[in-house]
């Protein structure tokens, strides 16, 4: 019902809508459209009252709140249900935990704030409240096991597309989970599955995405490696609106996974890849050595050409950095 209320101040576009039109077009007392005001209101909406007049919708707050994403959402089912929170640990526990109770496939953790965002190898991933899109995505496929991986990859072209089509920023992917922008680092993937021998139960992609974070409010130890969309694009970029892309993107990909497999969304990946053709360093747990990076193969997995010849290198296990 308050999304109704939204709708109708929304539609009203900067005009007053008096609570006893309100109240008649929804079917609900005057006392119970005041009701919703008030909780819209402590929502971060400003909204005017006036004795005569009625409402006015002032002002969305500049939150990722669901009311504001269902409003933008192009998608079928990515997004139909959305766990929204002002904190959490990580979004990608919370989604497990969702998927655990039965979260139906699309269904997203969204959170202004993580304490304890992750990122690979149980390394942290800075989120402060209300700068960035910290979200997480339950999906169900019906693929295998062996192609959960290459589900980093769907998500990193996903979001390239996004942000192109939001801010016109060109970014490019280093194999196989961040988003970088001249070096430096805009976002980061976490992609993790629950499974049987031969059977999906669910798998769930994090993202971590700076949005709004000004150069000086990064920790020092991040400054020179990490970079947000703001400071790319010198103003404050629409949270809602690039998540809602996100996901359309996200779930355009998705479809053309299940249906057909993955190889076109491979063969997008090399187009925005910054790490194919480059020298790099893989530091593993045990050992650490220097190649060409050449290619990906079919499952995902890096081709790096050494002295001892070709190596396959499996996401997970590895850290990648570009000599030069
Ligand atoms: P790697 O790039 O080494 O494989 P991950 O992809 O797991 O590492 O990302 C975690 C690393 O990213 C952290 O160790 C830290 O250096 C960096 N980092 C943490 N938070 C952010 C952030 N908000 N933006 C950019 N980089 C970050």
Known sequence: MRSNILDILRQANGTYVSGEDIART?????????????????????IDSH??????????????????????????????????????????????????????????????????????????????????????????????????????????VAIVKAIETITEIQVGIKWPNDILYNKLKLVGILTEMNAEMDCINYIIIGMGINVNIQKNEFPLELQHIATSLAIIKGKKISRVQLLNEILFQIETLYNIAQAEGFVKILEEWKKYSVTLGKTVDVIGINDTFAGLAMDIDADGALLVKTKAGIKRVLAGDVSIRAKG
């Not at 609900?28 to 459209?33: E, H, L, M």
């Not at 655990?100 to 496939?105: K, V």
Request: charged share 20%; aromatic share 8%.
């Open 26 to 46: 929804m079917n609900v007392s005057r006392t119970a459209v005041w009701k919703h005001i008030r909780e819209l209101k402590q929502a971060g909406y400003a």
């Open 51 to 156: 004795s005569r007049s009625g409402y006015c919708l002032m002002e969305t707050p500049d939150l990722l709140l669901p009311s504001e994403i269902q409003n933008g959402r192009k998608t079928k089912v990515l997004g139909k249900d959305i766990q929204y929170y002002k904190e959490v640990i990580s979004t990608n526990n919370q989604a497990k935990f969702a998927a655990q109770q039965d979260a139906g496939e699309g269904t997203i953790i969204v959170s202004e704030a993580q304490t304890s965002g992750r990122g690979r190898l149980a390394r942290g991933w800075y989120s402060p409240a209300e700068k960035g899109i910290w979200f997480s995505v339950i999906l169900r496929p019906h693929f295998l096991p062996q192609e959960a991986p290459k589900c980093t990859l769907l998500a990193a």
